[in-house]
């Protein structure tokens, strides 16, 4: 979108984005037409092949066709450039093994959002100074409160656990995440705070477990459960009141809004086995912290005061970008491409 508004003809004739037909965006994108090309069509497999860079938030072969056989196409796309623009602050996920310079989806360049997280890529990932741009996510620019006090509203959105991946529907059923999460969405004491306080809530499950999502159910008129995909997050962040999450990156997004949030790390120490982190927990996340769901709702009205003075900390970690990052990052990849 920034390069469509502001780059000159001539700059963006040859910027090109991929897109499925079948994708909820694909209207939204009609007034960009001849700069948008259809998933797998065959100007989208010429344009793979001969393009200069790949500008993706994640790994090459997504442009592709998901975990495809041994094919030509596969070979060359990963011989070509890539600037990740990331999914998400690498604040409590450790993903060096996917993303760093010897892992199985290396990068060009890796883009950062604080020279703090630079160091962690340079370090732990293993890439040169060069190759980290310090520009902050050019979704960023776009966030702010929207939040209605007429309408309340919690976002509850954990993230991903490593271990379900691809795991039967019986087995997930099994696992604390889904045992857990299932019983807070029917806690008796949950629907009466949402009433009394005529709030909504909503379940948004991670992508990588949107396969389950029909697992859940509730059956209240204040709760509702919103399939990956179907509703953009960025409207999600900004129209809630509150967030609910773990360990997911999007409660740095969520800062930006400056409204409070909850964590839940009922699993932390199973958590931090299967996946790590690259800060420390309690130092990098604001607001209350119930160790278990039977604390959660003691935890729906943190004090203001609390609020502020842990927002103003983690502030100091993460919030060192000037606006707007999307700028930055076009003519960082302009440099690279002239």
Known sequence: QYCMKHLPAEEKKNIFFILDKSSPQWKATRKYRSNVIPFLSFCHLLYLMTARLYIASDSRLHAFAWKPMPNLISREINKHDIYFLQHGVLALKRVENLFGASGTSSMTYFTASSEMEKAIIEQDFGYRPEQIPVTGLSRWDVLKDRSDLSHPSILVMPTWRSWLEDQSDETFRQSSYYREYAALLNDPKLREF????????????????????????????????????????????????????????????????DKPMIFLPYDRQQYLDGRGMNFDYDDVTPGPKPETFNDFLDALSPKEDFWKSERTRVNRLFNEIQHPCAADICNKVLKMIR
Not at 214 to 221: G, L, N, T, V
Not at 233 to 240: D, E, F, P, V, W
Request: proline share 6%; hydrophobic share 40%.
């Open 194 to 257: 949402l009433h009394q306080t005529h709030t909504e809530l909503i379940f948004y499950i991670h992508p990588k477990l949107r396969e389950y999502i029909s697992a859940f159910h509730a059956d209240d008129p204040l709760i509702r459960l919103i399939p990956f995909g179907s509703v953009p997050l960025n409207q999600l962040i900004m129209k809630c009141s509150m967030l609910i999450t773990d360990y997911s990156s999007i409660y740095i997004d969520y800062l930006l809004t």
